[in-house]
C-alpha cells in the first residue's frame, strides 16, 4: 500500500531496503564521530569553519562545505558573533613620547617579536573581574595573562612578568598598547626597559591599531565568556583559565607544529 500511494515500485523499494552502506556514507558516519567530539571539546564553540581548520591539522581532507553540511544535518553550529553598536571609548592623556612602532602590521616572521597587549572585563556575580593578556603576533599563544578585580598597573605588570619568564630568547621584542593609565605608569616602563622590550602603543582613539588583541577578546567572549553566567569571580578565573591554557594555547601549538612540518617538508623536497 505504502508503495503505491507514494507510486514507487516494490522491487525498488527492498532494493533501497536492503542495498548496503555506501563508502561515502560510511566515511561521513565516521566523519560526524569525529566532528561531534571536537565540538564536544570546544564546549560547542567550534564552527565549520574552524571546525574544518582544525580537522585538516588532524589529516583529514573534507572540503568545508562537507563538513558544514554534516554539522547542519546533525543540529551543530558554533556561537555567532554578538553584533552591538559601535562605542567609542574613554580618550586617554596622549603620550607623543611612545609610537605606534607597530604600525597595524600584526605579521610576525618569528617568535617573540611582536607583543600585543590589553585589558578586558568579564561581568561576574561578584562584580567585574578583568583580565589582562600578552600576546605573541607570530603564533597567536597567549604567553602571558592576569586576573584582578581592579585595572592596576600591578595586573598589567604580571601579565607581562609572564610572558618574560617565558621566553626563550634574549632579543628585543616589541610589545604594543593602547595608551591607558597603566601602560603609560613609571613602573610598567621601567619593567620594559628592564627586560629589552620595546614600547609601541596605538594612537589615541583608534582601537584598531590593537586590533589583534580585540580579536582574541572577541573569541574569548563569544566562544566561552558569553555563553555563561559566573556566580563568582573565582568560577570565572578556572573558567577563562581553562580556555586560554586548554583550549586557545594548545590549538596555536598545533597548528604552528603543523606549518613549521609542512615547512621543512618542503626544504628537504628542494634538497
Known amino acids: 500500500m505504502m508503495c503505491r500511494l507514494l507510486r514507487v515500485s516494490s522491487s525498488g523499494f527492498y532494493d533501497w531496503l536492503l542495498r548496503p552502506v555506501s563508502t561515502r556514507q560510511k566515511e561521513n558516519q565516521r566523519l560526524l564521530i569525529l566532528i561531534r567530539q571536537m565540538h564536544a571539546d570546544s564546549q560547542g564553540a567550534l ?12 589529516g583529514e581532507t573534507a572540503s568545508k562545505n562537507r563538513i558544514a553540511r554534516l554539522m547542519a544535518g546533525d543540529g551543530l553550529q558554533g ?5 552591538k553598536r559601535g562605542q567609542r571609548g574613554k580618550q586617554e592623556t596622549p603620550m607623543p613620547q611612545v609610537e605606534n612602532i607597530l604600525a597595524r602590521d600584526f605579521s610576525a616572521q618569528e ?10 572585563e568579564i561581568k561576574t556575580g561578584e562584580g567585574v573581574l578583568y583580565l589582562c593578556i600578552a600576546l605573541d603576533l607570530y603564533n597567536k599563544l597567549v604567553v602571558g595573562w592576569s586576573m584582578h578585580h581592579r585595572q592596576d598597573r600591578q595586573m598589567v605588570m604580571r601579565a607581562v612578568e609572564m610572558a618574560i619568564w617565558q621566553r626563550q630568547g634574549v632579543g628585543r621584542v616589541i610589545l604594543h598598547s593602547d595608551r591607558g593609565s ?19 602603543m596605538s594612537a589615541v582613539g583608534h582601537c584598531g591599531d590593537n586590533a589583534a588583541c580585540e580579536g582574541f577578546f572577541g573569541m574569548l567572549k563569544r566562544e566561552r565568556v558569553n555563553r555563561k553566567t559566573y556566580r563568582t569571580m573565582d568560577v570565572a578565573r578556572a573558567d577563562v583559565f581553562n580556555y586560554i591554557e586548554c583550549f586557545h594555547n594548545p590549538r596555536m601549538r598545533r597548528r604552528i607544529a603543523k606549518i613549521d612540518q609542512q615547512f621543512s ?3 628537504e623536497a628542494s634538497v
Not at 47 to 58: K, Y
Not at 79 to 83: L, Y
Not at 184 to 197: E, I, K, P, T
Open 111 to 120: 617568535p617573540e617579536t611582536k607583543w600585543v597587549t590589553d585589558i578586558t
Open 182 to 200: 597603566q601602560f603609560r605608569s613609571g613602573d610598567y616602563q621601567a619593567l620594559l626597559v628592564r627586560n629589552w622590550l620595546i614600547c609601541s
Open 79 to 83: 556561537w555567532p558573533r554578538r553584533r
Open 265 to 267: 617538508d618542503l626544504l
Open 47 to 58: 564552527g565549520a569553519p574552524r571546525m574544518h581548520e582544525d580537522l585538516v591539522e588532524r
